[in-house]
């Protein structure tokens, strides 16, 4: 079995600041991570996934990710928040099987 | 299709009443799923449809939910007698089905119980 908690249900940043969402996993295995985004009346949209190949994952919109196994997190980050960046994030994780476990979401806001 | 296309986008109900809602996957991809998502939570694997395989339905809430794909392409997530606790955002996704586990999900259904 396996599962991801998101630390924070919501996060505020400053235009121009750093972004980091916080993501933990469970896996009983080498687990695949991704993350998505969701933008208010859209579906999901993939920003980025960990497969075992580098431990730093760049993905789409400047994100990027880092899977530590020692600490079993795959946080997202950014290193300057766009007005544009205001959206739901979702962590998800998979046992290399079909079913992808999801957290439960961290809501970004972005102050001009 | 381009995309993972949902109706209706809407639905409002009144309890007691069945709903379908509709997923049409992006045309070759072999996988499909179902997700719930309700508010202030994260998205509830509901059901996973791969190929000719059985479906795995272990994420099915009650035995009012059911949903069916037919010649491996749209599929048809049904909703009878519904409560209110029903009320949710509900996700198809579709993937190539190649093991690499990345979905593409359309835009949902809102399903309102009233």
């Known amino acids: 079995a396996q599962s991801v908690t998101q630390l924070g249900s919501h996060v505020s940043v400053s235009e121009g600041a750093l972004v980091l969402l916080r993501c933990n996993y469970s896996s009983s295995v080498p687990p695949y991570l991704f993350w998505y985004v969701q933008y208010p009346n859209q579906g999901l949209q993939l920003l980025l996934k960990?497969?075992?190949?580098?431990?730093l994952v760049k993905g789409i919109n400047g994100f990027e990710a880092e899977f530590k196994k020692s600490e079993t997190s795959f946080h997202l980050t950014k290193p300057s928040a766009h007005m544009s960046d205001a959206a739901e994030y979702f962590c998800?994780?998979?046992?290399?099987?079909?079913?992808?476990?999801f957290g439960a979401g961290t809501t970004v806001t972005v102050r001009a | 299709g381009a995309g993972v296309s949902q109706s209706p986008s809407n639905k409002v109900t009144e309890k007691g009443k069945d709903v379908e809602l509709r997923c049409d996957p992006i045309?070759?991809?072999?996988?499909l799923y179902w997700y719930r998502q309700s508010l202030g939570q994260g998205l509830e694997f509901l059901i996973y449809?791969?190929?000719?395989?059985?479906?795995?339905k272990s994420g099915l809430p009650s035995d009012r939910f059911s949903a069916e794909r037919t010649g491996g392409s749209v599929s048809t997530l049904t909703i009878q007698r519904t409560q209110q606790e029903d009320s949710a955002v509900y996700l198809c996704?579709?993937?190539?089905?190649?093991?690499?586990?990345?979905?593409?999900f359309g835009a949902g259904s809102r399903l309102t119980v009233l």
């Open positions: 998800a994780v998979t046992c290399r099987d079909y079913k992808l476990s």
């Open positions: 960990y497969t075992s190949a580098a431990t």
């Open positions: 449809f791969q190929g000719n395989s059985a479906p795995d």
């Open positions: 045309s070759g991809h072999t996988a």
């Open positions: 996704a579709s993937s190539p089905g190649d093991g690499a586990n990345v979905l593409t």
